[in-house]
């Protein structure tokens, strides 16, 4: 972890002229990060992991807050709540540019930098003013994966979409499709987030499309029910597999050859390096000069000694 800091602050030194005030090393800072994760959501523990060990790391205070629900109306009450608290910043996933960007437009105004993480876009971000954007290009996650998948043999597939409601989610879907070549359309179902429900749809889809050549899941919540729904018909370990994220069900699915590949955005970074950009951006002015993509990365089964020993806490 210190070669990581290291070097990005060997990155960081590229600005000149901070926009906000630098802070003289010794000021208690605080930060709040703001996801769109409902609290059934386990997969965000591993970025509640990265900011708890960045603040540790970096003497400042980080707090975690979210929709208990996922609700997006929700959400941007929050983003203005942690606002008026009045932060030395505000990390937040973008994860609907509509609903969200007011809320988070009026922090910047009232002085509060901001860092977006997770979802949403470089360009969704400099539109917001925020200082940056670090996480994975969906769009071209689910592009590189439907390349992968079509140099596999795959021609349909089923996505299981269990945040529908997030334009990030439809865009990994949307790039796998384009990847190999198909319409997306139906192939793309929303499964909602209710563990029993996504099983029964993930069958129901599957016996009403039996020659569905892959299956595509966006994460734990929609890969796990999937895995459990392809042991009772009988298709775990013989459809082609590939999942978004990580998580112990999901590693513990691409050891056993159930799933073929799984998608690593590294979460980790997505929480951890914002708190040290604007730790480091608010002591000493120095901040990164470009975006920082945090994947993607294929995971596969030659690949997971370090990543079944941090799975759903570091990875």
Not at 126 to 150: C, I, N, S, T, W
Not at 183 to 205: C, F, H, T
Not at 269 to 288: D, E, I, K
Request: proline share 5%; net charge negative; with cysteine.
């Amino acid at each position: 972890m210190k070669t990581l800091i290291s070097s990005l602050a060997v990155a960081a030194a590229v600005v000149a002229s901070p926009m906000a005030a630098v802070s003289d090393g010794h000021d208690q800072l605080n930060y709040v990060l703001v996801s769109h994760a409902p609290d059934s959501d386990s997969w965000w523990n591993t970025i509640k992991n990265g900011i708890a060990l960045a603040g540790e790391q970096m003497g400042v205070e980080v707090e975690y807050r979210n929709p208990p629900t996922g609700d997006l109306a929700d959400m941007a009450r929050i983003i203005e709540q942690a606002a008026a608290a009045g932060p030395n910043g505000i990390i937040t996933t973008l994860s609907d540019y509509d609903v969200l960007r007011g809320p988070i437009q009026d922090a910047v105004a009232s002085g509060i930098d901001v860092i977006i993480m997770n979802s949403g876009t470089p360009e969704q971000a400099r539109e917001v003013g925020a200082l940056m954007y670090v996480g994975q290009p969906e769009y071209d996650a689910g592009f590189a994966a439907g390349q992968r998948a079509k140099a596999d043999g795959v021609g349909s597939f089923l996505c299981v979409n269990h945040y529908i409601s997030s334009p990030s989610s439809v865009e990994r879907c949307q790039g796998f499709a384009d990847a190999l070549g198909v319409d997306l359309g139906d192939q793309m179902i929303d499964s909602g987030q209710d563990p029993a429900e996504i099983k029964n749809r993930v069958l129901a889809y599957l016996n009403a499309n039996p020659d569905t050549d892959a299956i595509l899941t966006l994460g734990p919540t929609s890969a796990d029910p999937t895995i459990l729904a392809l042991e009772e018909n009988g298709m775990a370990g013989d459809i082609y597999f590939g999942t978004f994220d990580l998580g112990t069900e999901i590693v513990k699915g691409i050891k056993g050859d159930v799933i073929n590949w799984g998608i690593d955005q590294q979460p980790f970074l997505q929480a951890y390096l914002p708190v040290v950009v604007l730790a480091n951006y608010h002591r000493y002015g120095v901040l990164p000069g470009n975006n920082i993509n945090s994947g993607p990365g294929f995971i596969t089964k030659d690949a997971l000694e370090l990543v079944e020993q941090y799975a759903g806490e570091y990875r």
